[in-house]
DNA sequence: AACTCGGGGTC
DNA sequence: GACCCAGAGTT
């Protein structure tokens, strides 16, 4: 029997408190909440539309990276027949540069599906949602919370982090989603899945946690120390790539041009989006001619070295890979907004100012 | 529960 | 380079 104030009897009481859900820190976190929270624009609405535009955008994204493409993508596609309507690349065009653009062809088909079983309308509760494409438990139990006030918790990473952090010890994950439910405030459960998540987001971050300014440091076991388990350690491979900045002047109107190519559209990765034209292999002249420029791409456990190559440097050479010789479009500058290009290609359009 | 997927940051 | 981010889908 351990003592009283020890961790184990702490958590017993701070985690379960006999079945009871916790009043004490549900009122804590909500009043917190309402004081601190964020100003974001999917907290002015409860269309659920805009809510789950919101929701498949921040999937492995930080807020500050959804802000400006959320803006945009509304105002490009502003209802989900529009969306629905749309053609795919459409779609990826206004995802560019969030990254995983699978979310972007799931987001579409979603909005295809709900146009035509459900007549337009979101499923209105977790379970009817879990099924639709891109809608895992996490963005169904969101949007039936905030949209619908289903009594319904969610686990993100925030979450996981804050309840870890909470309850101490070691917690596999079917009983943390089983905690986050116990602790929800049934009757404002999208407010406290939000502050849960805003609380992993501004306070209970995963260095140097700020536990003199949160809300729930009475009820905290860890007071900020994270218990987790050691993750698979992933090697990080290195790989080498020459890309072509082949470009046109304009004519005085600064409509200059730029040659892409399209990916296969059945690529595994990034189908049917255009890129800079690009090889595994140095050309020759890059022998002897140093790049325009080196940029540093990482994409998730590759770490690319990029060599850009402009016109001169390209030529008519014999080059090792068929996307790099002479082929693709030519792109106007003025289109590139429209069309769903690389992360890289647009990194590297940047960089050189023409877009 | 453990992988795969394969983008973009920050520290 | 390590680590993280309002995960989903598959095995």
């Known amino acids: 029997m351990p003592a009283a104030g020890s961790i184990s009897e702490k958590r017993r009481m701070a985690a379960t408190s006999n079945g009871k859900t916790p009043a004490a820190f549900q009122r804590a976190l909500l009043r917190w909440y309402d004081a601190q929270r964020r100003d974001l624009p999917w907290r002015k609405t409860r269309d659920p539309y805009r809510i789950w535009l919101s929701e498949i ?3 492995q994204t930080r807020v500050a990276a959804v802000l400006e493409h959320y803006r945009i993508f509304l105002e490009r596609f502003p209802s989900i027949e529009a969306l629905a309507s749309a053609s795919e690349a459409d779609v990826l065009a206004a995802w560019s ?24 309308s979101f499923p209105q509760n977790s379970e009817a949602l879990l099924p639709l ?42 009983q943390v989603w089983e905690h986050a439910q116990a602790f929800l405030d049934r009757s404002r459960p999208g407010d406290f899945n939000q502050a849960m998540m805003e609380l992993g987001a501004t306070v209970c971050v995963p260095r140097e946690p700020r536990c003199l300014a949160c809300p729930a440091r009475k009820w905290c076991v860890t007071r900020g120390v994270e218990v987790r388990r050691a993750k698979p350690a992933v090697h990080q491979q290195k790989k080498a790539v020459w890309c072509a900045l082949d470009w046109r002047e304009g004519n005085g109107g600064g409509n200059g041009k730029v040659r892409l190519v399209q990916r296969p559209r059945k690529a595994a990765l990034m189908a049917g989006m255009w890129e800079l034209p690009q090889s595994s292999a140095p050309p020759r002249t ?3 001619a140093a790049p325009w ?7 998730t456990v590759t770490s690319y070295t990029v060599h850009v190559l402009r016109n001169k440097q390209i030529g008519n050479l014999l080059l090792p890979d068929d996307r790099f010789a002479a082929k693709g479009k030519w792109i106007g500058l003025d289109r590139i907004q ?11 359009l940047k960089a050189s100012g023409m877009i």
């Open 293 to 299: 420029r080196k940029f540093r791409h990482t994409i």
């Open 338 to 348: 429209q069309l769903p290009i690389t992360g890289l290609t647009r990194k590297i």
């Open 97 to 120: 540069g969030l990254g995983y653009y699978r979310r972007a062809r799931r987001l579409r088909q979603c909005a295809q599906q709900i146009v035509e079983q459900y007549k337009g």
């Open 57 to 59: 955008m921040l999937q």
């Open 286 to 288: 890059s022998r002897t």
């Open 133 to 174: 494409p891109g809608i895992g438990r996490y963005t169904a139990a969101a949007i039936a919370s905030i949209v619908f006030g289903e009594p319904v918790a969610v686990v993100d990473g925030n979450v996981e982090r804050v309840l870890r952090r909470l309850i101490g010890g070691t917690l596999t994950t079917r």
